[in-house]
């Protein structure tokens, strides 16, 4: 695949043509409602839709923006909608599906993080990937982002950039997974959310409130203990 876009990028083989191909049709015609269902669902709003970001750092970096969100429990977060036929490759369990997408996306969610970082010159902690499969509701899967990964996959890009300028193939570079932190607060927020009875609006005790909006999701404040 990457020797494909290399003779692509020295004009030695023309672009491949998706204007058929009918999972990006679909992403693209999804796109704005599945943005607009999580907007709703999660009640937060999506701003840098197709927001067109370049690095002043390393100008061969660039992304269109699908979206950010400035709160994202307390995180600026970047967003990127998919679409996905919801089938599993040929040896590949329906329950692998979501690992392999998540897999698929976290680099560009990683790249587009790092664009945005540097415009906004804020931290962007989280990517999130809102998935449609099929005919199903969008699906949100949260991926930490990570500063050591990052910056493995710019220096994979300068090293391709390189071999595109001075006409050498690319070797395939070996794939690294980024660093998901086991983080403790996201699991007590969980078991805290849990806890709250099916009904409720409102449950509070020993210095936190829960609040339950009219969709179901709950935030977690801290109050003073007087």
């Known amino acids: 695949y990457i020797h494909?876009?290399?003779?692509?990028?020295?004009?030695?083989?023309?672009?491949?043509?998706?204007t058929t191909v009918w999972p990006v049709i679909f992403g693209c015609a999804t796109e704005d409602i599945n943005l607009a269902y999580i907007e709703y669902k999660y009640q937060v709003e999506i701003i840098n839709q197709q927001k067109v970001l370049k690095s002043l750092k390393h100008p061969f970096m660039r992304c269109t923006l699908d979206g950010s969100i400035d709160d994202w429990n307390n995180n600026i977060a970047v967003i990127d909608a998919k679409f996905s036929l919801g089938r599993p490759f040929k040896g590949e369990e329906y329950a692998d599906i979501d690992k392999r997408l998540v897999k698929t996306y976290t680099p560009q969610l990683h790249w587009n993080a790092y664009l945005l970082e540097e415009h906004l010159k804020k931290k962007v902690k989280v990517g999130l990937l809102s998935i449609i499969?099929?005919?199903?509701?969008?699906?949100i899967f949260e991926v930490p982002i990570d500063p050591n990964y990052t910056e493995y996959l710019i220096e994979t890009a300068?090293?391709?950039?390189?071999?595109?300028?001075?006409?050498?193939?690319?070797?395939?570079?070996?794939?690294?997974?980024p660093h998901i932190p086991h983080d403790e607060r996201i699991v007590a927020?969980?078991?805290?959310?849990?806890?709250?009875?099916?009904?409720?609006?409102?449950?509070?005790?020993?210095?936190?409130?829960?609040?339950?909006?009219?969709?179901?999701?709950?935030?977690?404040k801290s109050v003073g203990l007087g």
């Open 4 to 18: 494909n876009i290399y003779l692509e990028k020295i004009g030695e083989k023309e672009p491949e043509d998706l």
């Open 133 to 139: 499969k099929a005919g199903n509701e969008p699906k």
């Open 158 to 177: 300068e090293n391709f950039i390189y071999c595109i300028k001075n006409k050498i193939p690319p070797s395939i570079p070996k794939r690294i997974e």
């Open 189 to 220: 927020q969980k078991v805290l959310k849990d806890l709250v009875p099916k009904n409720a609006k409102r449950v509070f005790g020993n210095g936190l409130v829960v609040d339950v909006s009219k969709n179901n999701r709950k935030t977690i």
